[in-house]
């Protein structure tokens, strides 16, 4: 579905992502594991068109997509959500979602987006409660949830999620792993970037290891799961101690 060739990236002089290859294909989900500055978001970035490469090859469906505008490689079906939120806090939670499928006024009749919105209100229940209150007043779990529910609304082929749980309380974070999880069983492909990365490669299929802007290692994500150095490098302490038992 995707499929990524010796992409480099740089901010001025400075690169950031070196000659990275990977690929997603349909119905996965793949995990990015990375420290903080190894480029992931770069990486996602570049994938949604709003950072441009330098070099390689970006190809979704058997079509290269470098070079393509934000709005065009989200109609083809490659969705981010973003890492800082970026909700419309003064807006309602219902308005969010509206918004999230923006690209589709046109082309999709009303009962369709109808449709669409009650999908994403299944799919988190605790929006549907608070669908008239600003976003910006939502918690931090609340504010990612319609993030994500927002993304869906254009209908992703691939979602492309850039941590999703940065910053909330271990209830949270299960919950929208579950989500994660829900999403692909109703058919969505997920490319996952996380710092957690026990729960994130718990719920995948394969993930790959950045380091500064590099692949250094690629696998089944139960392979990496008991990789040395990914257990030294990205496993919780918790996660460790109890291996080493
Ligand atoms: N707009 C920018 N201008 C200059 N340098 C940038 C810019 N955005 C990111 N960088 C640099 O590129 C490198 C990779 O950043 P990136 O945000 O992709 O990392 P990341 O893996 O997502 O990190 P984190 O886990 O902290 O989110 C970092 O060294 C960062 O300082
Ligand atoms: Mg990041």
Redesign the pocket.
């Known amino acids: 579905m995707l499929r990524v060739k010796n992409l480099s990236v740089s901010?001025?002089k400075?690169k950031?992502l070196r000659q990275v290859t990977f690929h997603v294909k349909p119905g996965e989900i793949v995990t990015l594991v990375?420290?903080?500055?190894?480029?992931?978001?770069?990486?996602?970035?570049v994938l949604s068109g709003l950072?441009k490469e330098l070099g390689g090859e970006i190809i979704f469906d058997q079509r290269r997509i470098n070079g393509l505008r934000p709005d065009q490689i989200v109609r083809l079906g490659v969705v981010q959500v973003p890492?800082a939120r970026q909700l419309f806090n003064s807006m309602t939670v219902e308005e969010n979602i509206a918004l999230g499928a923006y690209i589709h006024r046109k082309t999709a009749s009303k009962s369709e987006l109808k449709e669409r919105e009650e999908r994403v209100y299944e799919l988190f229940p605790v929006l549907r409660e608070r669908k008239t209150q600003q976003a910006g007043t939502l918690s931090g779990g609340e504010q990612q949830m319609l993030s994500i529910a927002r993304a869906l609304m254009a209908r992703p082929r691939l979602l492309l999620l850039?941590?999703p749980s940065l910053g909330l309380a271990p209830l949270v974070v299960r919950e929208i792993f579950k989500i994660i999880e829900e999403m692909r069983e109703a058919g969505t492909t997920i490319l996952l970037?996380e710092?957690n990365a026990l729960a994130a490669l718990r719920v995948s299929d394969r993930g790959y290891v950045?380091e500064s802007?590099k692949i250094i290692l690629s696998g089944d994500s139960s392979e990496l799961l008991e990789n040395e150095e990914v257990r030294r490098a990205f496993l919780g302490k918790e996660y460790r101690e109890k291996w080493e038992r």
């Open positions: 901010y001025g400075i950031v990375g420290s903080n500055g190894s480029g992931k978001s770069t990486l996602l970035s950072k890492e850039d941590e970037v710092q950045l802007g």
